[in-house]
């Protein structure tokens, strides 16, 4: 690997203290990574204060201009950078070219949203002053982000936050910090001034953080990641009242009507279930059919599962890849057993396989009862749990019977029924007739413990941005 040390101030600094990071396929180290304690978060703090000062002060054009070359160089470097996500995340190198690209996207769509805070003049009712309101770059951003997209989850924060004229520090998921190093040099060339963007991977990740977040130069943490750890990411950041950005955890219901077209359905379901083996925020997890159509349904979707492809992702005929670790590969057997037990019906997969790598099956569930674990907690892997309803505002109530409130997805060939169940779901998103909801041109977010915060589209930039309205009279 070419980089594995830290990254800040535009150079690579060695550390004592080094983690192995390991190819989840093969289970053999590919990669011994620096960890960066307090002290190197301190010299990250002081580089981006510094760079800061010069890049919120160029114009939103020149900025915008760096933001469009690291999309060209980045497009011109998808396989290379599709490789090293697959090696340290596991994922099969159709989906890993998929999130390349879609993190490539997010530098083009920031370059163009760059030159657009835009700002407004009005004359207030009353007082005869004019209310003059425009946004100014927020102070250093703190990114923290998770290991099932090591490339899109680092690019969807870095690029608004350069769009908006902030500096960062990156502290990458240490089971995949090498991807975040590798875009480093690709951002150099595009004229990243040195400090601007820094990246530490740590094991000493909450106290690191922690300090970051009570340095008084931060003003905006952006996080994806767990519930759990938003939480206390919430309460640290209390304490200087910063902005928070939480991209959380997600329980994504798919309604599957019985006026469904039963291939789009298929297809939808497919890609929300599968994409990324299901190591998704944005995954199928709990899969709620109409009782006249649940017996074709699963029939032609566990057809589909268990004809996919499962083995090391660097081979491209394969469809699906290992998950992450052993960890998260034992918690899906565990959330299949718990659902059999239970009384759920294994139609395919649901035995781990033995041998090296953290494979599991893809799987399909049905007759899942409504106790089971999987329908409460996000199962993260290649699990579809299918239920039967046959009431729509039954379907409705079940849907939203979570804590979270990522996205949804509804099939239904009646666009009418089909909007007025899209406006009863209490979710950020819905996917209606498709199952892929991700661009970066839309608000990506949810509601409730799903996070604050919408990271694409316009308001994107804006999570670090401040408003600031000027009273004025001439
Ligand atoms: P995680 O355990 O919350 O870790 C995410 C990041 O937080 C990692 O960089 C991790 O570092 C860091 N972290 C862990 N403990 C921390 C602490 N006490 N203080 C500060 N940072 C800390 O989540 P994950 O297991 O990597 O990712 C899976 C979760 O992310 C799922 O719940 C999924 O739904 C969610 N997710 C949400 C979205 C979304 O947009 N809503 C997108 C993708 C994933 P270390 O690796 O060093 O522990």
Redesign the pocket.
């Known amino acids: 690997m070419d980089h594995t040390d830290l990254y800040i101030n535009g150079t690579w600094h060695k550390t004592a203290d080094r983690f192995d990071v390991i190819n989840p396929a093969t289970e053999q180290v590919i990669a011994s990574v620096a960890s960066a304690d307090i002290a190197d978060a301190n010299k990250a703090l002081d580089a981006a204060a510094a760079a800061m000062a010069d890049w919120a002060a160029r114009t939103p054009r020149a900025r915008s201009e760096v933001l469009r070359r690291a999309w060209e160089l980045m497009t011109a470097r998808l396989d290379d950078f599709a490789h090293l996500i697959t090696l340290e995340n596991g994922k099969a190198s159709g989906d890993a070219k998929g999130e390349a690209a879609y993190a490539a996207e997010f530098f083009r769509w920031f370059a163009e949203e760059a030159v657009r805070a835009d700002g407004m003049i009005t004359h207030a009712p009353a007082s005869g002053a004019r209310i003059m309101v425009q946004h100014k770059p927020a102070g250093l951003a703190v990114l923290?982000?998770?290991?099932?997209?090591p490339a899109a989850?680092g690019t969807r924060k870095i690029a608004p936050a350069l769009a908006a004229g902030c500096g960062v520090i990156i502290?990458?998921?240490?089971?995949t910090p090498l991807t975040m190093l590798a875009l480093m040099p690709l951002l150099e060339e595009a004229g990243v001034p040195p400090g601007l963007v820094n990246v530490l991977p740590?094991?000493k990740?909450?106290a690191l953080?922690?300090h970051m977040l009570h340095d008084p130069r931060v003003r905006v943490v952006s996080?994806?990641?767990?519930?759990?750890?938003?939480r206390?990411?919430l309460k640290s950041a209390a304490d200087q009242v910063l902005k928070p950005a939480m991209?959380?955890?997600?329980n994504a219901p798919v309604i599957v009507f019985d006026d469904a077209d039963m291939d789009i359905a298929i297809d939808g379901t497919m890609q929300a279930k599968m994409r990324n083996l299901g190591e998704?925020?944005t995954a199928a997890n709990r899969i709620y059919v109409h009782e006249a159509i649940a017996a074709e349904f699963t029939k032609r979707l566990t057809a589909r599962m268990a004809a996919l492809k499962v083995g090391d992702g660097t081979d491209s005929s394969v469809d699906v890849g290992p998950l992450v670790n052993a960890d998260t590969r034992d918690k899906v057997a565990a959330f299949v057993a718990d659902a059999v037990a239970k009384g759920a019906k294994v139609e395919c997969g649901g035995v781990t396989p033995g041998g090296i790598g953290y494979f599991y099956p893809p799987t399909v569930l049905s007759g899942v009862p409504e106790n089971a674990d999987c329908v409460h907690d996000?199962i993260?892997g290649p699990v579809a749990a299918i239920q039967t309803f046959t009431d729509q505002d039954d379907v409705i109530r079940r849907a939203n019977a979570t804590e979270y409130g990522?996205v949804a997805y509804v099939f239904s060939g009646d666009f009418k029924r089909a909007l007025q169940v899209c406006e009863r779901l209490d979710y950020g998103m819905v996917g209606l007739n498709r199952g892929l909801v991700s661009d970066p041109a839309a608000p990506?977010?949810?509601t409730k413990q799903?996070?604050l915060g919408r990271?694409g589209g316009h308001e994107g930039m804006l999570e670090f941005m401040e408003t600031q309205y000027i009273s004025a009279s001439w």
């Open positions: 923290i982000t998770p290991w099932n997209y989850m502290k990458p998921a240490s089971e740590s094991r990740t909450g953080v922690d996080f994806t990641g767990s519930t759990g750890v938003g206390k990411l991209e959380l955890g997600g998704a925020c996000e993260f990522l990506f977010g949810g799903s996070g990271e």
